[in-house]
Structure formats: structure tokens, C-alpha cells
């Protein structure tokens, strides 16, 4: 459950982590603020040690301001988890597709996870960050010809996922690499779960994976390709899934097409399970913590490995949102409002959309504080819109708050995954900066974009500046 301050109803303190014991933090994906949120002397919002006001002082707002503190603890627990509860080799790899950047996965690497990358772009980030081909899983549903080649070249581990890629990166890899190229293989499980429909991925009718009728071709397939070494299996139901019973099925399923590929001669050592541990974003939200996901799932597999005898694979869990959703809040300043009598109070912030898209495309739901007001008694209900161009930019729906004005700073919480990572320049307006705050230090990990970053690719031809010279 979560464990948030329920004696302080009335004030942006409900919102805060109980914390009984510093050397057993609770899990972060069941709070709504990170870790180190506590309330100052002057009733404003501190992270990490750091003030958020000054903060959007400093560094001016929209702000992502994420907790290096909360992030590697839920590295700490995925990683504990497993070596506490599974009986064989296991490794966490962090879905960048999360919020790949440099300094995320620097932390992210130094507490020892590998990476899943889904594209060239993310590839690329993870070898900038200084991490180990060898940690590395390339997924994706449809590499070009062109990421299968810097994959092989850099070394990395390849998760296929169709037919075309299969027979376009076997000729790329007896040419471009002396040794066979490490490839998992991605099927479609034909698992349901309850999350919203844009992010299950395990139900049959997917686009992502091998069909579970072709793949016994394409274990014989694989066994014959000599530039080719299948090192195991790999599967993913979905995303924001708080139930455990579709994780532990699937963990059966794919032990039995484990078993299954021995028949082809291809001992495969490797189960990779996918990610999809779900978060608090509102306080009825209930997941499971980090430990009790991966203690369900590693006895799921040790079960199924028991009734097909097999021996434990090496088991790879990918979560992304459940290691950085819940270290990372959004800092705004309110500006203007607007009353619609009997119907709607508005007040817009300074962002929207474009640095959050997940409630105008999932109706995602989040919790606001203001966070120069924490103690002021909650009398409003307001909506709190965007700033962009677009009627169905709003951030919170009827959010609870103390009376606002402008200037004040809100804070919508848990925004550390898939806000910065799915973040556009809609209205040509310049992405975020994001901080990183530990112990009172900030330090900036992405800059704002400024006008002028706007303009950096656009490209005005010739004859549109001078067009009487052609
Ligand atoms: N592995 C694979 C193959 C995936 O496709 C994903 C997420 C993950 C791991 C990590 O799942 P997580 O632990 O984060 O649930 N943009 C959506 C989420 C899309 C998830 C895509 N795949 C959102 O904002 O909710």
C-alpha cells in the first residue's frame, strides 16, 4: 500500500513518503513524491535537499527535477530482488525508452543494470554514457538495415522481432562480425492484462513479436545460421500493470518454448521476461512493490523450470517506468486563470503537452501540489491547463488545491517516465530543462532549448530568400 502521511489531509504534506527506517526505504513506485521530498522552514517543497522554488529560480520552469536518491534505490531493489529470490543468474536492464539521456544512464549503469535500447538514438546514448556493449539488448519492431549494422558493430545483443529482421541481419552479421551475433528471440505471449490498450503488447493481436504458430520455423531457422547464436527468449505484456498473475503465466509460457527450442538443438540460456511494474500516480493507485514483483516472478520461474526440467536461465527482467516514474516531478509556474461560472475554474501553467503527452494520449491521471504553499488549507478545485494551442491540453483535471496565484509554483508529481522521453516541440516551444538534485546539490543533466536550438535544423533553400535570382 502506499505509505503516504494521511494525518495531514488538508495540506500538500499527504503527498509526502514515509520514511521509518533510512536503510529500508520503502519502494518508490509506491510513493507519489520521490524519497527526499520533505516540507522546509518556509513551507515550500524540497527534493533531493534543494528548495524547488529556487530551483525554478536557478534554472526556470518548466523544470524536470529528478531524485538521484529515489532512482537508485528502485535499482537497488530490482537488483537485491533478484539475488535475494532467484535461485539463478539474473540481470536488471533499465528500458531506456524511459528517459534515456546521459546522466540517467550513467547512474543507471554505475548500479550495475544493463540496457534495453529500441532504436540507433538510444543505442547510441547508453555507448555515450560509458556503458558495456555486453549490457546492452537492441530491441525494436523494425530496425533499419542500418541500426542491425551499428548493433553488430558495437557488439551489443540483438531481441528480434520479426521475419524481414531476422533475414536482413543474418547476412549483415557472417560479414560485419567474426563471432555469431547474440540474438534473443521476442514472441507474442497471448497474455491479457488490465492497462490501457496503447501500451499492452502481449495480447495475440500485437504488432511486436514473433506469432506463437510460427515459432517453431523459426527455431529451425535460426538453428541454421551459422553468423547467428540464439541465446534465449523474450517477452513483454505491457506497461503500468499492477496485477502479478500475467507476469508469473507468462513466466510458464516461455519456459515451455524454452523446452520447445532444445528440440531444435538451440540451447538457450537466457528468459527475458520484459518490464511493466506499474506506479503510484494518484494514492489509489495500489502496484505491488519492486520486491514483491520480482519475488513473483522469480518464483514463477523457478516453478515452471521445476515442472519442465529445465535448468534456471539466467532471468533478465527491462523495467523502465517503476525505476524512474516515481523520481522525477514537474515544476511549473502558474499564470493566467479563467472562471466559466458554475462549471470551471482554469489555471494554466507554463507547459503541457509537449512536455507531458501521456494525459491527452493515455487520459492519464496525476496529483498537484503547490509547492511554495504546502501547509495552505486545500479550498479550490481547479483544472489545470496547458499552455498549448489545443482545448484538450490539460495537465490535471479538477485538481485540489489551496488558492492559487500567479507566480506559485505546482508540482505535478511522478512524471520521471515517459514525459522527458515522449516530450515534442509542439507550438515551437523549447523542451525542458531537467536537474538532478542529491544531499542540497543540483546540477543540470539537459538544458532548455532555446529559440535558437528551435532553428538549428531548419534549412531555408535559396531560392526562397532570393527568389527573383532563379
Ligand atoms: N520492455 C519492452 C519490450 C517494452 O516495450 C517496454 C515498454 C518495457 C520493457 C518497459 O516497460 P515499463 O516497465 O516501463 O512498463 N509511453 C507509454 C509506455 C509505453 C511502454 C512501452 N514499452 C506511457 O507513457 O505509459
Not at 518490464?275 to 519475488?295: A, H, R
Not at 517506468?321 to 470551471?344: D, F, M, Q
Request: glycine share 8%; proline share 6%.
Amino acid at each position: 500500500m502506499l505509505s503516504i502521511d494521511r494525518s495531514s489531509q488538508n495540506s500538500g504534506h499527504r503527498y509526502l513518503p514515509q520514511i521509518d527506517n533510512e536503510d529500508a526505504p520503502p519502494s518508490p513506485n509506491q510513493q507519489l513524491l520521490p524519497l527526499t521530498a520533505k516540507v522546509n522552514s518556509n513551507d515550500n517543497l524540497e527534493i533531493g535537499g534543494c528548495e524547488i522554488k529556487l530551483l525554478v529560480e536557478r534554472y526556470d520552469s518548466p523544470l524536470y527535477i529528478l531524485d538521484e536518491k529515489t532512482l537508485r534505490t528502485a535499482c537497488r531493489q530490482y537488483r537485491d530482488g533478484f539475488a535475494k529470490y532467484y535461485g539463478g543468474e539474473s540481470q536488471v536492464i533499465y528500458a531506456s525508452k524511459a528517459w534515456s539521456c546521459l546522466a540517467v544512464c550513467s547512474i543507471v549503469n554505475s548500479e550495475g543494470l544493463g540496457f534495453d535500447v529500441v532504436s540507433g538514438g538510444e543505442l547510441y546514448t547508453t555507448l555515450q554514457a560509458g556503458v558495456e556493449s555486453e549490457n546492452i539488448y537492441f530491441h525494436g519492431n523494425n530496425k533499419s538495415a542500418s541500426e542491425l549494422e551499428f548493433a553488430v558493430e558495437t557488439g551489443c545483443q540483438i531481441i528480434i522481432d520479426n521475419w524481414l529482421e531476422l533475414k536482413t541481419l543474418t547476412p549483415i552479421a557472417s560479414e560485419k562480425s567474426n563471432t555469431p551475433v547474440k540474438i534473443l528471440l521476442r514472441l507474442t505471449p497471448g497474455i491479457e492484462c488490465h492497462t490501457h490498450e496503447y501500451i499492452r503488447t502481449g495480447h495475440l493481436d500485437s504488432k511486436f513479436g514473433f506469432d506463437p504458430n510460427q515459432i517453431e520455423e523459426v527455431f529451425a531457422f535460426v538453428s541454421q545460421q551459422p553468423s547467428l547464436e540464439c541465446i534465449g527468449l523474450h517477452a513483454h505484456i505491457g506497461s503500468q500493470i499492477f496485477e502479478r498473475q500475467p507476469h508469473q503465466d507468462l513466466a510458464d509460457v516461455l519456459v515451455q518454448w524454452l523446452k520447445k527450442a532444445q528440440g531444435y538443438g538451440l540451447p538457450m540460456t537466457i528468459l527475458n521476461v520484459g518490464g511493466g511494474l506499474g506506479i503510484c500516480y494518484t494514492e489509489s493507485d495500489d502496484p505491488p512493490s519492486i520486491t514483491e514483483w520480482v519475488k513473483a516472478v522469480s518464483e514463477a520461474v523457478e516453478t515452471a523450470c521445476d515442472r519442465h526440467q529445465l535448468p534456471l536461465p539466467k532471468l533478465i527482467a527491462e523495467p523502465g517506468r517503476s525505476l524512474i516514474g516515481s523520481a522525477c516531478v514537474t515544476a511549473y509556474t502558474v499564470g493566467s486563470s479563467k472562471e466559466v461560472p458554475e462549471i470551471r475554474q482554469y489555471i494554466t501553467v507554463d507547459g503541457g503537452m509537449s512536455d507531458n503527452p501521456r494525459p491527452i494520449t493515455y487520459q492519464s491521471v496525476y496529483r498537484t501540489v503547490i509547492a511554495n504553499k504546502m501547509s495552505a488549507p486545500l479550498t479550490e478545485t481547479v483544472t489545470v491547463a496547458g499552455k498549448h494551442c489545443e482545448s484538450g491540453d490539460v495537465v490535471i483535471k479538477d485538481a485540489t488545491l489551496p488558492k492559487t496565484e500567479p507566480g506559485d509554483i505546482l508540482v505535478v508529481m511522478a512524471t520521471g517516465a515517459y514525459n522527458y522521453s515522449m516530450a515534442s516541440n509542439y507550438n515551437r516551444i523549447g523542451r525542458p530543462a531537467a536537474v538532478l538534485v542529491n544531499k542540497g546539490e543540483a546540477n543540470l543533466i539537459i538544458e532548455r532549448e532555446t529559440y535558437q536550438n528551435l532553428l538549428e535544423r531548419d534549412r531555408l533553400p535559396e531560392r526562397l530568400i532570393n527568389p527573383t535570382s532563379h
